[in-house]
């Protein structure tokens, strides 16, 4: 068992999304089906190997530190699903 | 596209005339291949490009009906990339490829169908039903351009953008008998691509033709501010001359033509390689050696940046909100349980996962290493030829939810399409024969970094000396 | 039980830029809601970041001020967690590869000078800000804040003391503002610090465990904050408890710290490099370049003006306050060689005219050539020290020179001795009953008559010419 329920339920969490008892089920098989494949890995010899993030080779892509105008206030609330005053509305947070 | 660029020129028809016929078209479609169509943006660009088109000889795309992946964002039309999440999601922005298209006087039809984020290779899991492959409707067009693919082949437009992620473009490009370029890494600026992987995402062109999707290809590359990982270099113009194929070298991949290849696609790409053969081309057996891990590489690398770049989908300023008004914790549970589709959240855990406290070192980071050698399998393979030829998918197109079920062994199939994600070079594919099914197949070539008009060139060259891509699918409305 | 107590704080501070780090919205504070914002630091879909070169700039000064090591390869990583106030999900930090490591800062306090390590300086964005409608049971979002940039600077924990600690944010909140990239202003939340505490028995070599103490948004909450957790940690051992280690808030209307509640309960942010930017190469010649436009340290200007002007350290304090007072002090000290006088005046009314009408010193109208001829004056006798208020009040209002005030108000000092003392017999005259007490010993009425000889002058006599004289008379 690569991974157990207990870990596809902190998972689950950490990507809020609550998961039904049937996707939980469904995602412990499916997750250690792949996971068992994933192995296919350990046998690479990567010890003086270095990781790949970018495949074509820029860096400092930089820009000035110039003003440009923002967008319009209707177009940032545009798609709010929920608004007041000029600003978006979420259920309470505790602190 | 061309032909139809050139019909303009002399009058023979207009772009409202063709733009017109496609609108009647798709609301007969059984493909399932649009989202969204702008009937009356359509029109009207229509009608604005037919003003201009005798003076502007050398714009092709002027008046050009297209259809863009509902994953790319288009200022004031929806953009829901087939999810239930952003089902009511429509953009202030363009992004910038449409910018260009729109600057160019293109006529955009509308938002094709797709998996929803892109995470498939069948268009099944798209929000509002799979699309069909328009040579047998009974067979999935792939994934997940699927709806560009389809509205391709089947005439619904001159030519589309789809995205392409670890095959999502050449694979349906394969399915559906068409031409799809995955250009290289960087030559087009993905702002407003809703992202997938970022490390690995490009939109490319899809078209019946290599001539077509060069002149598209040219249309939307080029270096944008916008996009940090976009490339600043001079880009030219590609040519549409074939390529003289002499003396060109061909490294045929030993990993390419194992276990798990059907006959069919064998012998249909074995030929495709004869035909560069008979053109001039040195064949070089090649070896590949790290591309068995590309499969595990890829769904670790690409499902982690997903899961990052899906955290934004949680109800706050866009999109869907579910869950109990009263607590935050709900909604974001809610919102996201409900918005979206299984094989999302199915990608979203694993990425999760692979990132997690304990686990970042043995899949996240272990992956990228292995990425690292793939792309050094690349450079050496590169030394030795200029192009890289395979077949572009092991099978042809399957039942469309033939493999429902099985994630895994659909995951599989992406063997020969994952490698140009992984190391960002180039990559076409091209009709090269047809299954004993009546389905085509697809033949994909390689090349390196920023050589796509040696790729194209190849390309155009074996459309010139073959005619498969001229058959036309038992659906086709042009 | 006597306690070692060891402090690490974590500022962050807001950078003076124009722009968002990585889109070209404006950073201004105090504009409506969400009317700084664009796609990309809203976290659309498809945006991508674009990173402000000037951050780089402002982090590169900082290192340098605070002696690190500058990186050559920068990386950009992705903290993923969800909270309302963070819109893309993740924010964009810097994790593995901080632009700046391993410098210092060295501080005053009263038992002497310290130097306090710093672990890293690094990049990021900040997030927007919530406000609670607590009755509503909901929060509003503003997203003006959101991409703005920070600089997170960590402290190593050598600090021992809460004076300590706040020495140090003293410091390095002077530093920042004197290298003009950050305006420090805790109130407003552009210089923010979260500290690490722990305590452990004096002598023991062990670290005790330590919580993290956060909102603390002025600097005597944070003494305040940091007393508190202090004793709260003390008291938990001589209860034979343990420390749990936890998030503490202040509380400022409790005055009390309380364990956070919701904060991400697992702090599992799978960091991991981000995609959407490539490195940031720092080069020799970028940093020379930044080495270049690097003021003298307010430190080092503190200690300059005690030494090579002979002032006291409480002047060299608030002079050099700010870089722009300590400049007016110089130019003034170039054009009269009297430091200490300038000193004073500055220290009284100058500073007391800008802390009134709430201005920049480069704003005030009596510019260093107007000031020291106004000394000058008082110098020579031409007017005296009293009269002088007067005249850089006036000069203050008008900008008129100190001379041509002096004219036009006749407020010339007479210094004639021959005339003072004939109106000093005069007055004499007048009170001789007064005289005879002097004689007697009453010797402080000196100031009587001094006082009722400027009466007669209205003020304008040379008040120490004045005592001179009359005391010269009552001593025939």
Same mark, same amino acid.
């Given at each position: 068992?690569?991974?157990?329920?207990?870990?596809?339920?902190?998972?689950?969490?950490?990507?809020?999304?609550?998961?039904?008892?049937?996707?939980?089920?469904?995602?412990?098989?499916?997750?250690?089906?792949?996971?068992?494949?994933?192995?296919?890995?350990?046998?690479?010899?990567?010890?003086?190997?270095?990781?790949?993030?970018?495949?074509?080779?820029?860096?400092?892509?930089?820009?000035?530190?110039?003003?440009?105008?923002?967008?319009?206030?209707?177009?940032?609330?545009?798609?709010?699903?929920?608004?007041?005053?000029?600003?978006?509305?979420?259920?309470?947070?505790?602190? | 596209?061309?032909?139809?660029?050139?019909?303009?020129?002399?009058?023979?028809?207009?772009?409202?005339?063709?733009?017109?016929?496609?609108?009647?078209?798709?609301?007969?479609?059984?493909?399932?291949?649009?989202?969204?169509?702008?009937?009356?943006?359509?029109?009207?660009?229509?009608?604005?490009?037919?003003?201009?088109?005798?003076?502007?000889?050398?714009?092709?795309?002027?008046?050009?009906?297209?259809?863009?992946?509902?994953?790319?964002?288009?200022?004031?039309?929806?953009?829901?990339?087939?999810?239930?999440?952003?089902?009511?999601?429509?953009?202030?922005?363009?992004?910038?490829?449409?910018?260009?298209?729109?600057?160019?006087?293109?006529?955009?039809?509308?938002?094709?169908?797709?998996?929803?984020?892109?995470?498939?290779?069948?268009?099944?899991?798209?929000?509002?039903?799979?699309?069909?492959?328009?040579?047998?409707?009974?067979?999935?067009?792939?994934?997940?351009?699927?709806?560009?693919?389809?509205?391709?082949?089947?005439?619904?437009?001159?030519?589309?953008?789809?995205?392409?992620?670890?095959?999502?473009?050449?694979?349906?490009?394969?399915?559906?008998?068409?031409?799809?370029?995955?250009?290289?890494?960087?030559?087009?600026?993905?702002?407003?691509?809703?992202?997938?992987?970022?490390?690995?995402?490009?939109?490319?062109?899809?078209?019946?033709?290599?001539?077509?999707?060069?002149?598209?290809?040219?249309?939307?590359?080029?270096?944008?501010?916008?996009?940090?990982?976009?490339?600043?270099?001079?880009?030219?113009?590609?040519?549409?001359?074939?390529?003289?194929?002499?003396?060109?070298?061909?490294?045929?991949?030993?990993?390419?033509?194992?276990?798990?290849?059907?006959?069919?696609?064998?012998?249909?790409?074995?030929?495709?390689?004869?035909?560069?053969?008979?053109?001039?081309?040195?064949?070089?057996?090649?070896?590949?050696?790290?591309?068995?891990?590309?499969?595990?590489?890829?769904?670790?690398?690409?499902?982690?940046?997903?899961?990052?770049?899906?955290?934004?989908?949680?109800?706050?300023?866009?999109?869907?909100?579910?869950?109990?008004?009263?607590?935050?914790?709900?909604?974001?549970?809610?919102?996201?349980?409900?918005?979206?589709?299984?094989?999302?959240?199915?990608?979203?855990?694993?990425?999760?996962?692979?990132?997690?406290?304990?686990?970042?070192?043995?899949?996240?980071?272990?992956?990228?290493?292995?990425?690292?050698?793939?792309?050094?399998?690349?450079?050496?393979?590169?030394?030795?030829?200029?192009?890289?030829?395979?077949?572009?998918?092991?099978?042809?197109?399957?039942?469309?939810?033939?493999?429902?079920?099985?994630?895994?062994?659909?995951?599989?199939?992406?063997?020969?399409?994952?490698?140009?994600?992984?190391?960002?070079?180039?990559?076409?594919?091209?009709?090269?024969?047809?299954?004993?099914?009546?389905?085509?197949?697809?033949?994909?070539?390689?090349?390196?970094?920023?050589?796509?008009?040696?790729?194209?060139?190849?390309?155009?060259?074996?459309?010139?000396?073959?005619?498969?891509?001229?058959?036309?699918?038992?659906?086709?409305?042009? | 039980?006597?306690?070692?107590?060891?402090?690490?704080?974590?500022?962050?501070?807001?950078?003076?830029?124009?722009?968002?780090?990585?889109?070209?919205?404006?950073?201004?504070?105090?504009?409506?809601?969400?009317?700084?914002?664009?796609?990309?630091?809203?976290?659309?879909?498809?945006?991508?970041?674009?990173?402000?070169?000037?951050?780089?700039?402002?982090?590169?000064?900082?290192?340098?001020?605070?002696?690190?090591?500058?990186?050559?390869?920068?990386?950009?990583?992705?903290?993923?967690?969800?909270?309302?106030?963070?819109?893309?999900?993740?924010?964009?930090?810097?994790?593995?590869?901080?632009?700046?490591?391993?410098?210092?800062?060295?501080?005053?306090?009263?038992?002497?000078?310290?130097?306090?390590?710093?672990?890293?300086?690094?990049?990021?964005?900040?997030?927007?800000?919530?406000?609670?409608?607590?009755?509503?049971?909901?929060?509003?979002?503003?997203?003006?804040?959101?991409?703005?940039?920070?600089?997170?600077?960590?402290?190593?924990?050598?600090? &021992?003391? #809460?004076?300590?600690?706040?020495?140090?944010? /003293?410091?390095? *909140?002077?530093?920042? @503002? +004197?290298?003009?990239?950050?305006?420090?202003?805790?109130?407003?939340?552009?210089?923010?610090?979260?500290?690490?505490?722990?305590?452990?028995?004096?002598?023991?070599?062990?670290?005790?465990?330590?919580?993290?103490?956060?909102?603390?948004?002025?600097?005597?909450?944070?003494?305040?904050?940091?007393?508190?957790?202090?004793?709260?940690?003390?008291?938990?051992?001589?209860?034979?408890?343990?420390?749990?280690?936890?998030?503490?808030?202040?509380?400022?209307?409790?005055?009390?710290?309380?364990?956070?509640?919701?904060?991400?309960?697992?702090?599992?942010?799978?960091?991991?490099?981000?995609?959407?930017?490539?490195?940031?190469?720092?080069?020799?010649?970028?940093?020379?370049?930044? &080495?270049? #436009?690097?003021?003298?340290?307010?430190?080092? /200007?503190?200690? *300059?003006?005690?030494? @090579? +002007?002979?002032?006291?350290?409480?002047?060299?304090?608030?002079?050099?306050?700010?870089?722009?007072?300590?400049?007016?002090?110089?130019?003034?000290?170039?054009?009269?060689?009297?430091?200490?006088?300038?000193?004073?005046?500055?220290?009284?009314?100058?500073?007391?005219?800008?802390?009134?009408?709430?201005?920049?010193?480069?704003?005030?109208?009596?510019?260093?050539?107007?000031?020291?001829?106004?000394?000058?004056?008082?110098?020579?006798?031409?007017?005296?020290?009293?009269?002088?208020?007067?005249?850089?009040?006036?000069?203050?209002?008008?900008?008129?020179?100190?001379?041509?005030?002096?004219?036009?108000?006749?407020?010339?000092?007479?210094?004639?001795?021959?005339?003072?003392?004939?109106?000093?017999?005069?007055?004499?005259?007048?009170?001789?009953?007064?005289?005879?007490?002097?004689?007697?010993?009453?010797?402080?009425?000196?100031?009587?008559?001094?006082?009722?000889?400027?009466?007669?002058?209205?003020?304008?006599?040379?008040?120490?010419?004045?005592?001179?004289?009359?005391?010269?008379?009552?001593?025939?």
């Amino acid at each position: 068992m690569k991974i157990s329920l207990t870990e596809v339920k902190y998972v689950a969490r950490l990507a809020r999304i609550r998961l039904n008892e049937e996707e939980k089920a469904r995602f412990l098989k499916e997750l250690n089906s792949i996971l068992d494949y994933m192995d296919l890995l350990s046998e690479v010899d990567t010890e003086d190997v270095s990781p790949t993030t970018h495949t074509q080779h820029i860096t400092n892509a930089l820009r000035e530190d110039i003003k440009r105008a923002s967008q319009p206030l209707k177009d940032t609330l545009a798609n709010a699903p929920a608004k007041a005053d000029g600003a978006f509305i979420v259920p309470g947070i505790i602190e | 596209m061309l032909d139809l660029a050139r019909n303009f020129r002399m009058g023979n028809i207009s772009p409202l005339d063709i733009t017109e016929k496609i609108l009647e078209a798709i609301k007969h479609d059984p493909l399932n291949a649009y989202i969204t169509v702008d009937e009356t943006g359509a029109k009207n660009a229509a009608k604005k490009a037919g003003e201009g088109i005798r003076r502007e000889s050398n714009n092709p795309l002027l008046g050009m009906p297209v259809a863009i992946k509902d994953n790319i964002c288009t200022k004031q039309m929806a953009t829901t990339c087939a999810s239930n999440i952003l089902s009511s999601f429509v953009p202030t922005y363009d992004a910038h490829v449409v910018e260009k298209l729109k600057k160019m006087g293109a006529v955009i039809v509308g938002k094709t169908n797709m998996d929803e984020f892109a995470m498939g290779s069948t268009t099944n899991t798209s929000n509002i039903g799979t699309s069909k492959n328009p040579w047998d409707l009974t067979k999935t067009p792939g994934g997940s351009s699927g709806g560009s693919a389809a509205a391709v082949a089947a005439g619904l437009c001159a030519a589309a953008l789809g995205s392409d992620t670890g095959g999502s473009i050449r694979q349906p490009a394969s399915f559906c008998g068409i031409t799809g370029l995955k250009p290289t890494y960087g030559s087009v600026s993905r702002f407003g691509l809703v992202a997938f992987a970022s490390s690995l995402d490009q939109i490319g062109p899809m078209a019946r033709s290599a001539r077509d999707v060069a002149v598209l290809y040219d249309a939307i590359k080029g270096y944008d501010p916008k996009d940090s990982t976009s490339v600043d270099r001079g880009y030219l113009p590609t040519t549409l001359d074939g390529l003289d194929m002499q003396g060109v070298r061909l490294g045929v991949p030993k990993a390419f033509f194992g276990k798990g290849l059907s006959t069919d696609v064998e012998g249909a790409v074995k030929d495709g390689i004869a035909v560069f053969k008979e053109l001039g081309a040195k064949i070089i057996a090649i070896d590949l050696p790290n591309i068995r891990y590309g499969v595990a590489v890829y769904y670790i690398v690409a499902t982690a940046e997903a899961s990052s770049n899906l955290a934004r989908y949680d109800g706050v300023r866009y999109g869907l909100r579910g869950g109990d008004a009263s607590d935050l914790i709900d909604m974001y549970m809610d919102t996201r349980a409900k918005g979206f589709g299984l094989e999302v959240k199915r990608r979203i855990m694993l990425g999760t996962y692979a990132l997690s406290s304990g686990y970042y070192d043995q899949y996240y980071k272990k992956a990228s290493k292995v990425r690292t050698l793939v792309i050094e399998d690349f450079v050496k393979a590169f030394d030795v030829c200029d192009i890289i030829i395979g077949p572009t998918t092991p099978v042809p197109a399957f039942g469309l939810y033939e493999m429902a079920d099985d994630p895994l062994s659909l995951y599989l199939l992406d063997i020969y399409t994952i490698p140009a994600n992984l190391t960002g070079v180039p990559a076409l594919s091209v009709p090269c024969g047809f299954s004993k099914e009546g389905l085509p197949i697809g033949m994909q070539l390689m090349a390196p970094a920023f050589k796509e008009d040696i790729l194209l060139g190849a390309g155009i060259a074996f459309q010139d000396h073959t005619g498969f891509h001229e058959m036309r699918p038992q659906w086709n409305m042009m | 039980m006597e306690y070692d107590v060891i402090i690490g704080l974590e500022v962050h501070a807001q950078l003076l830029t124009e722009t968002k780090i990585f889109c070209s919205c404006p950073t201004t504070f105090g504009d409506e809601p969400n009317t700084n914002t664009c796609p990309v630091c809203i976290g659309m879909p498809g945006i991508l970041p674009v990173l402000n070169k000037k951050i780089v700039d402002f982090g590169i000064k900082l290192g340098i001020a605070t002696h690190c090591k500058i990186a050559k390869t920068n990386i950009f990583a992705r903290k993923n967690y969800f909270y309302p106030d963070l819109p893309k999900g993740y924010q964009i930090t810097q994790y593995e590869s901080p632009l700046c490591e391993h410098g210092f800062l060295d501080i005053d306090t009263n038992g002497g000078g310290k130097r306090i390590g710093i672990t890293r300086i690094h990049m990021e964005e900040d997030a927007g800000k919530l406000i609670h409608d607590l009755k509503g049971h909901r929060s509003f979002i503003d997203f003006n804040r959101a991409g703005v940039p920070l600089l997170e600077i960590v402290s190593e924990p050598d600090m &021992r003391s #809460t004076d300590e600690a706040d020495a140090y944010l /003293r410091e390095l *909140r002077q530093l920042l @503002v +004197y290298l003009e990239i950050c305006d420090g202003n805790m109130e407003q939340g552009s210089f923010r610090c979260d500290a690490n505490i722990s305590v452990r028995p004096k002598g023991s070599a062990f670290f005790g465990v330590r919580t993290e103490l956060k909102n603390m948004n002025s600097f005597r909450n944070v003494h305040r904050a940091l007393s508190y957790e202090i004793k709260r940690h003390i008291d938990v051992l001589e209860s034979g408890r343990e420390v749990t280690q936890q998030t503490m808030l202040w509380d400022e209307a409790a005055n009390a710290t309380r364990s956070m509640r919701t904060k991400e309960e697992s702090h599992d942010y799978r960091y991991f490099p981000e995609p959407d930017l490539v490195p940031v190469m720092v080069d020799n010649a970028w940093i020379g370049k930044i &080495r270049k #436009t690097l003021p003298e340290m307010p430190r080092e /200007r503190r200690k *300059r003006f005690e030494d @090579v +002007y002979g002032l006291p350290g409480y002047d060299a304090d608030i002079l050099t306050q700010s870089r722009d007072v300590a400049d007016y002090f110089e130019n003034c000290v170039s054009l009269l060689d009297s430091p200490k006088e300038i000193s004073n005046w500055i220290m009284t009314e100058v500073l007391r005219v800008l802390k009134e009408g709430a201005a920049d010193i480069k704003a005030l109208k009596v510019t260093p050539k107007m000031l020291t001829s106004m000394i000058r004056l008082i110098d020579d006798g031409a007017i005296s020290g009293k009269m002088a208020k007067d005249v850089f009040n006036e000069m203050a209002k008008t900008g008129k020179s100190p001379g041509e005030i002096v004219k036009d108000s006749g407020l010339k000092q007479i210094s004639d001795e021959e005339h003072l003392k004939s109106l000093a017999k005069a007055i004499l005259e007048d009170h001789k009953k007064e005289v005879e007490s002097y004689k007697k010993g009453k010797t402080q009425l000196i100031g009587f008559f001094v006082g009722q000889l400027m009466k007669a002058t209205k003020g304008k006599a040379n008040p120490e010419l004045t005592n001179k004289i009359i005391k010269e008379i009552l001593e025939e």
